[in-house]
């Protein structure tokens, strides 16, 4: 009895080791999110485990800024997740040459990458292998406070340069109405404004010229006279008193509590905004507007002034993931599952054909503006890596508060460029 007994107790033990051993845990990183992409994102991953036995999906959510300084440390330890958001280009290079990532080609489901565009699919490839996928893209804009610009008379249909909209802010200070709320603690909300006229004045190839060393690298004209133009903008004092030391996220409320004329910043915050608001409500549709970024009238190259600036964001997959992780992945991006997330109103769904559910005239207007686009540029601060893209937020604030030249603020870039 008692060798029965002992045996019985390893088979069971073996059979307890051989359930754990089945059971597969995915743990998925992601920026903070709101309550409703929370939800979105738990049923995808419930529906997945219910069609997957002896998988589960853990999502952990970490606040932007947090997120940015704690994934570097997270993928070079045994804690690292299976899967994390990713606003890819030079950031996903970096990680692939540092070996954080695997190639998940070969993984995916056949016929699956031909669901996703080609454009969105190179933002996480490193040459020719595919890292991750692109969920959905975003243009960064001026959200306006229909109610406010009305107020100072402010005709949004003419804002067409950045002449125009120097006038419409100074047109709003006139009037008594702040002209624009800026999350400046946190800087990436100001480096929209020098990639943007950076874009605007050099065109096309501009970032991917200075990259190469070509016409001077960072040190270019359009460069400086990003900073110029950005310059003429801060020199009439648009933002918000102690803009430098509001967050993005109190910023986004602040707006949406009806502070300001102007905010610039992604689609994406049409509904943060809102929660984050006072009310909890923010302003109804039909008190917002949201407008191109401006043209600049005499740009040092063509090809720039209808660009959109803004994100292929998705998600990267780590070395030590297993292949469930890949086949998460693919479950998550399926067209079923985007096209409840442009229902939802959550994003804009970068798979083929599953914009059709969507009504949000703000998100139809986004997906048009990306679609006629001359080109789409990711983010400076992502695009560019790491190293770099801290430096141009650290030069956009600077400009911001006259600390810096825009010669200085070009050969800041240029240098973290050279030793990034």
């Keep these: 009895?008692?060798?029965?007994?002992?045996?019985?107790?390893?088979?069971?033990?073996?059979?307890?080791?051989?359930?754990?051993?089945?059971?597969?845990?995915i743990n998925v990183l992601r920026v903070a999110v709101n309550p409703e992409q929370e939800q979105y994102l738990e049923k995808i991953a419930t529906d997945f485990e219910a069609q997957n036995e002896g998988v589960d999906v853990i999502f952990e959510y970490v606040a932007n800024e947090a997120y940015k300084a704690r994934l570097p440390t997270l993928l070079q330890s045994d804690a690292r997740p299976d899967i994390f958001y990713s606003w890819g280009g030079q950031t996903v290079v970096e990680q692939v040459e540092a070996g954080f990532l695997q190639p998940i080609g070969d993984l995916l489901p056949q016929g699956f990458?031909?669901?996703?565009?080609q454009a969105g699919l190179q933002a996480y490839e490193v040459e020719g292998q595919l890292y991750g996928l692109p969920q959905y893209a975003t243009e960064v804009v001026f959200w306006a406070n229909k109610a406010l610009t009305?107020?100072?008379?402010?005709?949004?249909?003419?804002?067409?340069?950045?002449?125009?909209?120097?006038?419409?802010?100074?047109?709003?200070?006139?009037?008594?109405?702040?002209?624009i709320i800026a999350g400046g603690q946190d800087k990436w909300p100001l480096h929209?404004?020098?990639?943007?006229?950076?874009?605007r004045h050099g065109g096309p190839t501009v970032v991917t010229d200075a990259m190469s060393g070509e016409n001077g690298g960072f040190t270019a004209e359009p460069f400086v006279a990003a900073g110029r133009d950005f310059q003429r903008l801060t020199e009439l004092e648009p933002f918000q008193p102690g803009y430098i030391s509001t967050t993005y996220e109190t910023a986004s409320g602040m707006f949406a509590d009806g502070a300001g004329a102007f905010h610039l910043m992604g689609d994406w915050d049409y509904l943060p905004m809102r929660e984050r608001s006072t009310s909890g409500q923010g302003l109804p549709d039909d008190q917002l507007a949201i407008i191109s970024f401006p043209a600049v009238a005499d740009p040092v190259a063509e090809g720039g002034n209808d660009a959109t600036l803004g994100g292929i964001n998705g998600w990267a997959v780590t070395n030590s993931a297993e292949p469930e992780a890949v086949a998460f992945l693919a479950f998550m991006m399926n067209a079923e599952n985007q096209r409840e997330a442009g229902r939802q109103q959550l994003f804009i769904p970068?798979?083929?054909?599953?914009?059709d559910g969507m009504d949000?005239?703000?998100?139809?207007?986004?997906?048009?503006?990306?679609?006629?686009?001359?080109?789409?540029?990711?983010?400076?601060?992502?695009f560019l890596g790491a190293s770099v893209?801290?430096?141009?937020?650290?030069?956009?604030?600077?400009?911001?508060?006259?600390?810096?030249?825009?010669?200085?603020?070009?050969?800041?870039?240029q240098e973290a460029w050279d030793f990034r």
Excluded: C
């Design 389 to 413: 893209g801290a430096t141009i937020n650290d030069i956009s604030a600077d400009l911001a508060q006259d600390a810096i030249t825009p010669e200085d603020a070009a050969a800041q870039v």
């Design 192 to 199: 929209f404004y020098w990639s943007y006229l950076a874009l």
């Design 360 to 382: 949000n005239p703000f998100f139809i207007q986004v997906a048009q503006n990306i679609a006629d686009s001359s080109f789409h540029q990711i983010f400076l601060d992502q």
């Design 150 to 179: 009305d107020q100072a008379g402010i005709d949004l249909d003419a804002i067409k340069t950045w002449d125009d909209f120097l006038q419409a802010v100074q047109t709003a200070k006139d009037a008594g109405v702040t002209p």
């Design 350 to 355: 970068i798979a083929e054909g599953t914009s």
């Design 113 to 117: 990458r031909e669901t996703l565009p």
């Design 1 to 25: 009895m008692k060798y029965s007994a002992a045996a019985l107790a390893a088979a069971i033990a073996a059979v307890s080791g051989h359930a754990a051993l089945a059971q597969t845990q």
